[in-house]
Structure formats: structure tokens, C-alpha cells
């Protein structure tokens, strides 16, 4: 989705599929998958060109720890999925470690992201150039930072619950941290 680009150059081939499982919304708009439960998920079977380097770098971009899975934000699973032709293979897929769910994330129910996406752009989306580079300046200055920047972007990133007030200077909020790991 928001990184398919990190892979483009890597894929041998794509197809559509389906595994059973439990998708969730997350505040900030974006889907995760969870290996736990029955709705039938649509997805993508990608098959990359063989790259021990290229694993690596999915895992570490995923949050994945060979070493110590239960810390990992995503876990690296063996899944079911059943291709487009009626073809059922196993593959390795990134689900969200379910220690890792925010309480906040809405389960869809049918499970089908692409239409809730169509339905509800993720939030990174609404947000304009000066909101993400608000939003960077924040994340990238220390705590006693002040980062002065326009009261109107401010105001609106406060609305939108991505932003703080903390009386003299503004703040990024769990969401506002969330949102900046996608802009």
C-alpha cells in the first residue's frame, strides 16, 4: 500500500488471493491483518525475486525480530491463501503481532479493506503539505524544542487530534507519532 514501491523492483509476479483471518482499522485509517478468526480477507500473493538482504529489510521495516517475536510489532507467519484460480498455497505474510493492536482499532467486520478504504481514505491522506511538514518538524525536534509554525496548520493538525497543546509550545499526540511513521 503506502510502501509498494519499497518492493516494486523485487516482484517476480502478483495475484490476487484470500486468507481467513480478522482485519482491523487503525486510528490513523491504515488496515492490519491478524492471523486469528474466520472472515474471508482479500489480499495480494507477491512473489519477489530471492534475496536474503531483501527479507532483512522487510523484516526490520515490519518491526520483525527473528530473535524475539513476542516484541516484534508484526510477526513473519506461514498463512494459508487461496489464489484467484482456486489454487491454495502457503506463503509468509506480515500479521500484526495481536499484543501490539491499539485499543483503538476498529475490527472489520467482512473484512474487506479495500472497500473501507474507498469508504474512508486513511488520514494521512487529508492532510496537506504544511500539515506534514509541521508534523516532521515536531517529530524531529527534542522535547524543549519550540518549533514556531503557522497558528492556522496548528489549529487544524489540534482538531484533527494529531497535535497538543502543552501551553507554550505544541506536541505530537500517539496519533500525530502514528501518522508521522506514513508521511
Not at 98 to 124: F, H, I, N, R, T
Not at 145 to 154: A, H, R
Request: hydrophobic share 35%.
Amino acid at each position: 500500500m503506502v510502501h509498494f514501491g519499497m518492493v516494486a523492483n523485487y516482484i517476480k509476479s502478483r495475484t490476487s488471493a484470500e486468507t481467513k483471518g480478522s482485519v482491523y482499522r487503525l486510528e490513523v485509517g491504515f488496515p492490519v491483518f491478524i492471523l486469528d478468526g474466520e472472515t474471508s480477507v482479500p489480499g495480494t500473493v507477491i512473489e519477489l525475486n530471492e534475496s536474503e538482504m531483501l527479507l532483512k529489510i522487510l523484516d526490520e521495516y515490519h518491526g520483525y525480530s527473528p530473535q524475539d517475536p513476542k516484541r516484534s510489532l508484526h510477526l513473519r507467519q506461514e498463512i494459508k491463501a487461496k489464489l484467484a484460480d482456486g489454487t491454495e498455497i502457503v506463503t509468509n505474510c506480515y500479521c500484526l503481532n495481536p499484543a501490539k493492536l491499539p485499543k483503538s482499532a476498529k475490527l472489520l467486520g467482512d473484512g474487506d479493506w479495500p472497500k473501507a478504504l474507498k469508504e474512508q481514505p486513511p488520514m494521512v491522506g487529508t492532510l496537506t503539505e504544511r500539515h506534514i511538514c509541521y508534523i516532521k518538524k515536531l517529530s524531529e525536534s527534542s522535547r524543549r524544542d519550540t518549533v514556531v509554525y503557522p497558528l492556522d496548520v496548528c489549529r487544524e493538525l489540534e482538531r484533527m487530534q494529531i497535535i497538543v497543546d502543552k501551553g507554550r509550545r505544541f506536541s505530537l499526540t500517539n496519533l500525530g507519532k502514528e501518522i508521522c511513521r506514513f508521511v
